[in-house]
């Protein structure tokens, strides 16, 4: 089964940058990052197909959260910058064999397990 591994989070001030990472045992078809806070819903943050490069993003988080990736490394990035407070949140990195990009946590199946980030005002 794919395993899945992120990394990068940590404690930042508002303003401020992050780059997580999520490295895939295996191939997969797509990938997307999630994030849950406290008491809230898991919600999609970006998700993008492997092959081809196809990139879908939440509406508020577009212009500031970039998703990349590095086929060789099979490795999925999430740029995030000018965070806010509200972006804290676990992060999970997930992933799954669909042939579109998808924000709804029941399209995957596999899932990491989550980098916190932290980001203080």
């Known amino acids: 089964q794919v395993q899945l591994v992120e990394s990068g989070g940590g404690s930042v001030q508002a303003g401020g940058s992050l780059k997580l990472s999520c490295v895939a045992s295996?191939?997969?078809?797509?990938v997307a990052w999630f994030r849950q806070a406290p008491g809230k819903e898991r919600e999609g943050v970006a998700s993008?197909?492997?092959?081809?490069?196809?990139?879908e993003y939440h509406s508020s988080m577009k212009g500031r959260f970039t998703i990349s990736q590095d086929s060789a490394k099979k490795t999925v990035y999430l740029q995030m910058n000018t965070l806010k407070p509200e972006d804290t949140a676990m992060y999970y990195c997930?992933?799954?064999?669909?042939?579109?990009?998808?924000?709804?946590?029941?399209?995957?199946?596999?899932w990491g397990q989550g980098t916190q980030v932290t980001v203080s005002s």
């Open positions: 997930a992933a799954g064999w669909g042939s579109s990009t998808s924000l709804r946590p029941r399209d995957y199946d596999v």
């Open positions: 295996e191939y997969i078809a797509r």
């Open positions: 993008i197909l492997v092959r081809g490069g196809r990139m």
